[in-house]
């Protein structure tokens, strides 16, 4: 059972290899409950969207939704 490790957001193709640890790429589980999955949820950008059990999220898409610094004034599109 060794899945590889795929970020699950919408247009994102970044999976845990060489190449993504080379960037600095981390990849983080989908929190099962809170309010930081909800705002998760809406990282995603996938509508219905139902997390399974193992649902990841890479460090790429913390950057923009996460730290409200930069650029704050256009939340609906980033890098997506
Ligand atoms: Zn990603």
Redesign the pocket.
Known sequence: MTMPDF???YG???HRSLETRTRG?TFHVFPKTGERRRQWEVALRRDGFVSSGRTL?????FRSDFKHSKSGSNKKHNHF
């Open positions: 970020c699950a957001a994102c193709s970044n790429i999220l890479c460090s790429e898409h």
